[in-house]
């Protein structure tokens, strides 16, 4: 048996090895884990209750007359089902998450211990104002660091997530346009070729159409081909800052008075906002509407799809517009501002855009992100963005002894690599991310930025150490070095160790199988 770097024993045949059969299907202690419907069977039971009897039909003669078909299983099977398939889900608790533009960092658990008090955990939406003054104390202190770290005179808790965040700055927007008189005539919104998907994805949305703005050849907004898109019929511009190639926009104060002295908005996309809190105050670079992701930036859980939350800050130009529900503190109390009436009374005359979701947001990661908050202190936030630059940047100088960053210079708290490291290796970023699994790590963020050939954008997050960093590193640079290696065989088979191998993500997204039925078990 060979030893690597690290003194872990490895193979190079380890795809035979893996590939050895087991009779359960089991990896040693990797269970393979059948869908309860298969383990379980609809006419047992796991409970032991009396058939209910008598009872009133409530349903206004609606009645179930066909079985409701759930699998039975024993008690000790069904926590068994459920642990290990939680199991199965990688966590930042579990390894480094280097998903770039995701900021997955460490969730205190602090913070979570805070969320779980029961005056906030067992909170009700509908309680009565006054019974829950303290909730809505924390949402308006949430509220007010929110505005002190922008520089913005005013914020939108209720977005829940950063696309959702978006939908409200853009929706701000057309409002304040449409109350300009210049909705209809003000229709187009320009956006870096970089640009997150969701930020066009909202801008046709709200009924704009959405122009790119190709970037300069230092992965920044070109200034010059940006003023040529700028007319009277600009409604905005939507951009990144940090920009997703990990990179500070230098002009961006700039693009701002070009953008206003055209006539429009500006839209931040706020969800690299972890290189900056504490540094710089987005209010001060002239934009008018910013989301701040919760779940990045302030450390709320998130992955496998939430929750999110995405406040929004706004300008004095689009604050008027601002959706209902908002909490407002007046004479020692704190009440809501529930409609749109009442909202237009508060702001002489502007109207709300409405409400965006039921109730107030996102409250459990409201509770959390104000822990944050409050345990790091101004001083903490600047380090833990200082300290998340500096993770990335020595993440860079490391892997780019044998992999080729993007971008020369500094980055801010990604690192963006692209694939002519991989250049007639027969590898291709797929494949090295893929082996990234067998190594332990989750991948990093991969053809993300699209401005960039086989984009690899690597964001530690302050959370990790230097020794996990540098495992992490050794881990890629000899990833890379089998590469140039030749070895291309256990790149396109990777990942060997994991129990699926490599799926066909392209099929699993386009014919997604959601429904366990009997007969498409029985064709296999
Ligand atoms: C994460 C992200 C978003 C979207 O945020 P969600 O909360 O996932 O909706 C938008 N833009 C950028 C740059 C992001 O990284």
């Given at each position: 048996?060979?030893?690597?770097?690290?003194g872990?024993?490895?193979?190079?045949?380890?795809a035979?090895?893996?590939?050895t059969?087991?009779?359960?299907?089991n990896?040693a202690l990797?269970i393979e884990e059948?869908?309860?419907f298969?383990i379980?069977?609809?006419a047992?039971?796991?409970v032991?209750?009396?058939?209910p009897?008598g009872?009133?039909h409530?349903?206004g003669?609606?009645?179930?007359?066909?079985?409701i078909?759930?699998?039975?299983?024993?008690?000790?099977?069904?926590?068994?089902?459920f642990?290990?398939l939680?199991q199965k889900?990688?966590?930042i608790d579990m390894g480094?998450?280097?998903?770039?533009?995701?900021?997955m960092?460490h969730?205190p658990?602090?913070?979570e211990?805070?969320?779980?008090?029961?005056?906030f955990?067992d909170?009700?939406?509908?309680?009565p104002?006054?019974?829950v003054q303290?909730?809505?104390?924390?949402?308006?202190?949430?509220?007010f660091?929110?505005?002190?770290?922008t520089?913005?005179?005013a914020?939108?808790?209720s977005p829940k997530a950063?696309?959702?965040?978006?939908l409200?700055?853009?929706m701000?927007?057309?409002s304040a346009l449409d109350?300009?008189?210049?909705?209809?005539?003000r229709?187009?919104v320009?956006?870096?070729e970089?640009?997150?998907?969701t930020?066009p994805a909202?801008?046709?949305q709200?009924?704009?159409?959405?122009e790119?703005?190709?970037?300069d050849s230092t992965?920044?907004?070109?200034?010059?081909?940006?003023k040529?898109?700028?007319s009277?019929d600009?409604?905005?511009?939507?951009v990144?800052?940090?920009n997703t190639c990990?990179?500070?926009e230098r002009d961006?104060r700039?693009?701002a008075?070009a953008v206003?002295?055209?006539?429009?908005y500006f839209?931040?996309?706020?969800?690299n906002?972890?290189?900056i809190?504490g540094k710089?105050r987005?209010?001060?670079?002239?934009?008018?509407a910013m989301h701040?992701?919760l779940?990045?930036?302030f450390?709320?859980?998130?992955g496998?799809g939430?929750p999110?939350?995405?406040?929004?800050?706004?300008?004095d130009?689009?604050?008027?517009f601002a959706?209902v529900?908002?909490?407002?503190?007046?004479?020692?109390v704190?009440?809501l501002?529930?409609?749109?009436r009442a909202?237009?009374?508060?702001?002489?005359?502007?109207?709300?855009?409405g409400?965006?979701?039921?109730?107030?947001?996102?409250?459990?990661?409201?509770v959390?992100?104000?822990a944050?908050m409050?345990?790091?202190?101004?001083?903490g936030v600047?380090?833990a963005?200082?300290?998340?630059?500096?993770?990335?940047?020595?993440v860079?100088?490391?892997?780019?002894t044998?992999?080729?960053?993007?971008?020369?210079?500094f980055?801010?708290?990604?690192a963006l690599?692209?694939?002519?490291?991989?250049?007639?290796?027969g590898v291709?970023?797929?494949?090295?991310?893929k082996?990234?699994i067998d190594?332990?790590?989750?991948p990093m963020?991969?053809y993300?930025?699209l401005?960039?050939?086989?984009a690899?954008l690597i964001?530690p997050t302050?959370?990790?150490?230097?020794?996990?960093?540098?495992?992490f590193c050794n881990?890629l640079?000899?990833?890379a070095?089998?590469a140039?290696?030749g070895?291309?065989?256990?790149f396109k088979?990777?990942p060997?160790?994991a129990?699926r191998?490599?799926?066909?993500?392209t099929?699993a997204a386009r014919?997604p199988?959601?429904?366990w039925?009997p007969?498409?078990q029985?064709?296999?």
């Amino acid at each position: 048996m060979s030893m690597n770097t690290q003194g872990r024993p490895t193979r190079a045949d380890g795809a035979a090895l893996s590939d050895t059969p087991t009779f359960t299907g089991n990896k040693a202690l990797q269970i393979e884990e059948a869908l309860s419907f298969e383990i379980g069977d609809v006419a047992r039971t796991g409970v032991d209750l009396a058939e209910p009897t008598g009872g009133a039909h409530r349903l206004g003669g609606l009645h179930r007359d066909s079985d409701i078909g759930l699998p039975g299983l024993t008690e000790p099977e069904t926590m068994r089902h459920f642990v290990r398939l939680s199991q199965k889900n990688f966590a930042i608790d579990m390894g480094p998450f280097p998903l770039g533009s995701c900021t997955m960092k460490h969730n205190p658990r602090l913070n979570e211990k805070v969320a779980r008090l029961p005056g906030f955990g067992d909170l009700h939406p509908l309680a009565p104002q006054s019974a829950v003054q303290g909730a809505l104390e924390l949402i308006d202190r949430l509220a007010f660091w929110l505005k002190e770290l922008t520089g913005m005179p005013a914020v939108a808790m209720s977005p829940k997530a950063g696309a959702h965040g978006e939908l409200c700055g853009m929706m701000a927007i057309k409002s304040a346009l449409d109350a300009r008189g210049e909705g209809s005539k003000r229709t187009r919104v320009l956006a870096p070729e970089s640009a997150h998907g969701t930020n066009p994805a909202t801008a046709v949305q709200c009924g704009f159409t959405v122009e790119p703005i190709p970037a300069d050849s230092t992965g920044r907004v070109d200034l010059g081909a940006l003023k040529e898109k700028l007319s009277d019929d600009i409604a905005g511009i939507m951009v990144t800052n940090p920009n997703t190639c990990g990179l500070f926009e230098r002009d961006i104060r700039a693009i701002a008075d070009a953008v206003h002295e055209a006539g429009g908005y500006f839209y931040c996309d706020g969800a690299n906002f972890n290189a900056i809190a504490g540094k710089v105050r987005p209010g001060d670079l002239g934009i008018d509407a910013m989301h701040i992701n919760l779940h990045k930036t302030f450390s709320t859980p998130h992955g496998g799809g939430g929750p999110g939350s995405g406040p929004t800050v706004l300008s004095d130009a689009l604050a008027p517009f601002a959706p209902v529900p908002y909490v407002v503190h007046e004479n020692g109390v704190f009440h809501l501002v529930e409609t749109r009436r009442a909202a237009k009374a508060e702001t002489s005359g502007a109207d709300s855009m409405g409400r965006l979701t039921a109730f107030h947001g996102q409250m459990g990661m409201f509770v959390r992100a104000l822990a944050y908050m409050m345990s790091h202190g101004v001083d903490g936030v600047r380090q833990a963005a200082e300290d998340a630059v500096l993770n990335a940047n020595y993440v860079l100088a490391r892997l780019k002894t044998e992999m080729t960053p993007a971008f020369d210079g500094f980055c801010m708290h990604e690192a963006l690599f692209d694939d002519r490291f991989l250049e007639g290796t027969g590898v291709e970023t797929i494949d090295f991310a893929k082996a990234m699994i067998d190594e332990g790590y989750h991948p990093m963020t991969m053809y993300f930025p699209l401005v960039v050939h086989g984009a690899m954008l690597i964001e530690p997050t302050e959370s990790e150490s230097k020794r996990e960093l540098d495992l992490f590193c050794n881990a890629l640079l000899s990833l890379a070095k089998r590469a140039k290696a030749g070895e291309v065989e256990p790149f396109k088979a990777a990942p060997i160790y994991a129990p699926r191998r490599r799926l066909d993500e392209t099929a699993a997204a386009r014919n997604p199988v959601l429904k366990w039925r009997p007969e498409a078990q029985a064709a296999e």
